[in-house]
């Protein structure tokens, strides 16, 4: 089923949190996903509050470093909250930002094995077995949850590049892409899962007005970092790729969010008026994506009251 949701801004202070996601949920957003960026606040924390305070919505993690955490406990803490909120929680694991990673100390040095025995191990706690494992970096003894959830929450995997598809196609149910997701990255990405029918969240910068000039002006500058090397694999297979890195290798980030085209504009993300977004996200659910999580650009209540006019 092809489903929207929001993402919970990383930057929203905590004491209008639960504000925003009753808001989305009266609007009628089918999940809400939040994301655990260094510095700001704990993934495991902003789902418990987002499930608490909401009745019907799907809460997904995106994602949680496999690098950060025990895989035992992390099995504990994401099993408490699927026996709370059964069959509304999504666990989404990846490599984190390297830069991330290596300022708390804690970048393997084979973010691949790292990754392939976390996902795995998790899977396995939370699927109620017992679990002895002697790997490079997860070691367990006869490790078991002692009331594992009767509804087991999927396991998805935030990754990009070839070899991290090709891994999750091979341990996890699906994918959580970052922004910009366009149907010519979806297709590269379906090849290399390699999964007959994956699960792919497609976050989406997004901004929605009646006049596409100001949803346009106002989603810009959160397309300034997109020139940096950890987006490549998303630009690589558009059309413009080549015209893309030659307009950003001749300025800085900034001048480069404000001359892009506005048709580069229209592919990386989800703006323009309700009926633009709405084909936006029809494009993007028919190209594979099961489920399209709108990013909030400027004012995130604001933005939110302007998703309620496609969700």
Partial sequence: MSRIAVMIPRDLPAARFVEFVQRAEQHGCDELWVVEDLGFHGGIAQAAVALAATSTVTVGIGILPAAARNVAFAAMELNTLAGLFPGR????????MADWIRHVGAWPESPLTLFEETVTALQRL?????VTVNGRYVRLNEVELENPA???PPVLAGVRGPKSMALAGRVSEGVVLAEPVTPEYLDIVK???GLSDPTIVA????AVDDDPEVARHRVRPALAP??????APHIAPLAFAEDFRELRASMTADEFARAMPDEWVDQLTVVGTPDDARERIVTLHAAGATCV??????DPFEALDQ?????
Avoid: K
Avoid at 126 to 130: I, K, Q, S, T, V
Avoid at 203 to 206: E, G, P
Avoid at 307 to 311: M, Y
């Fill in 126 to 130: 939370l699927a109620g077995e017992r």
């Fill in 89 to 96: 929680v999504i666990a989404g694991v990846g490599h984190g």
């Fill in 226 to 231: 997109l020139g940096d090397l950890d987006w």
């Fill in 150 to 152: 009767a509804i087991v």
């Fill in 191 to 193: 090849g290399q899962l």
């Fill in 203 to 206: 976050f989406a910068l997004a």
């Fill in 293 to 298: 999580v709108l990013i909030p650009v400027g």
């Fill in 307 to 311: 998703f309620a006019r496609i969700l």
